[in-house]
């Protein structure tokens, strides 16, 4: 696709539900990237793909939150027993190799998750 | 935690005037971008500048990287006011894979008519 898309693109939910996320990144990244952006703040990473596996999800901030890219191209996120602290912009990003040395990451606009 | 820290956090300007924006970082890094995010098009990448370069140009957008001082600075010339946004500067480096990027707290930036 001409740039990465996510859906929805505003999520509304009940404080203890599962939410999925989506992502498509640009058709041929490998690297995919997850982020988090809360209210004034800079986005945050959660993790990173390159290819099907998850290659650094140290940014995940516990147990409940988790992401698959089965087949190599689109990701879900997954959030289980959400909290209202979970509110926050989604952001997911893909870059083509994603090389040290070249590592232009390209953003989707983002999924707007809010937790009641 | 946010790596990269932006400076100022606001800067109001008028149209035709420069505007310049700091950030400072931590660790040793591969390369250093700087995006942009409004509300209609999200967070954009402008330019990313390498570890072994100094300064970089795109239109008119001026990069400096000084990586003995763990900074960096973008200069906007001419400012629009469809340069009005929040700015962020992101580096690598600092994660398990090297490649998830840091960002900023971002400089909000105001150009007016």
């Given at each position: 696709?001409?740039g990465?898309s996510?859906?929805?693109?505003?999520?509304?939910t009940?404080?203890?539900?599962y939410?999925?996320?989506r992502?498509?990144?640009?058709?041929?990244?490998?690297?995919?990237?997850?982020y988090?952006?809360?209210?004034?703040?800079?986005?945050?990473?959660?993790?990173?793909?390159?290819?099907?596996?998850?290659?650094?999800?140290?940014?995940?901030?516990?147990?409940?939150?988790?992401?698959?890219?089965?087949e190599?191209?689109?990701?879900?996120?997954?959030?289980?027993?959400t909290e209202?602290?979970d509110?926050?912009v989604?952001l997911?990003?893909?870059?083509?190799?994603?090389?040290?040395?070249?590592?232009?990451?390209?953003f989707?606009?983002?999924?707007?998750?809010?937790?009641? | 935690?946010?790596?990269?820290?932006?400076?100022?956090?606001?800067?109001?300007?008028q149209?035709?005037?420069?505007?310049?924006?700091?950030?400072?970082?931590?660790?040793?890094?591969?390369?250093?971008?700087?995006?942009?995010?409004?509300?209609?098009?999200?967070?954009?990448?402008?330019?990313?500048?390498?570890?072994?370069?100094?300064?970089?140009?795109?239109?008119?957008?001026?990069?400096?990287l000084?990586?003995s001082?763990?900074?960096?600075?973008?200069?906007?010339?001419?400012?629009?006011?469809?340069?009005?946004?929040?700015?962020?500067?992101?580096?690598?480096?600092?994660?398990?894979?090297?490649?998830?990027?840091?960002?900023?707290?971002?400089?909000?930036?105001?150009?007016?008519?």
């Amino acid at each position: 696709g001409a740039g990465v898309s996510q859906t929805p693109s505003n999520k509304v939910t009940e404080k203890g539900k599962y939410v999925e996320l989506r992502c498509d990144p640009i058709s041929g990244h490998t690297a995919l990237y997850w982020y988090r952006q809360s209210l004034g703040q800079g986005p945050e990473f959660l993790i990173y793909f390159q290819g099907t596996g998850a290659a650094d999800d140290s940014g995940l901030p516990n147990d409940r939150f988790f992401a698959v890219r089965p087949e190599g191209s689109v990701s879900t996120l997954k959030i289980q027993r959400t909290e209202r602290g979970d509110s926050a912009v989604y952001l997911c990003a893909s870059s083509l190799r994603g090389l040290a040395d070249d590592n232009e990451q390209f953003f989707g606009p983002g999924t707007r998750l809010t937790v009641l | 935690s946010q790596q990269g820290e932006e400076d100022p956090q606001a800067l109001s300007i008028q149209e035709g005037e420069n505007a310049t924006m700091n950030c400072s970082y931590k660790t040793s890094i591969n390369n250093l971008q700087w995006y942009r995010q409004n509300s209609g098009r999200g967070l954009v990448h402008l330019i990313l500048i390498r570890s072994n370069e100094r300064e970089k140009h795109s239109g008119r957008l001026r990069v400096t990287l000084d990586t003995s001082k763990k900074s960096s600075s973008l200069l906007i010339t001419a400012s629009r006011a469809a340069d009005t946004a929040s700015y962020f500067c992101a580096t690598d480096g600092d994660s398990n894979s090297g490649y998830a990027l840091n960002f900023g707290k971002g400089t909000s930036l105001l150009v007016t008519p």
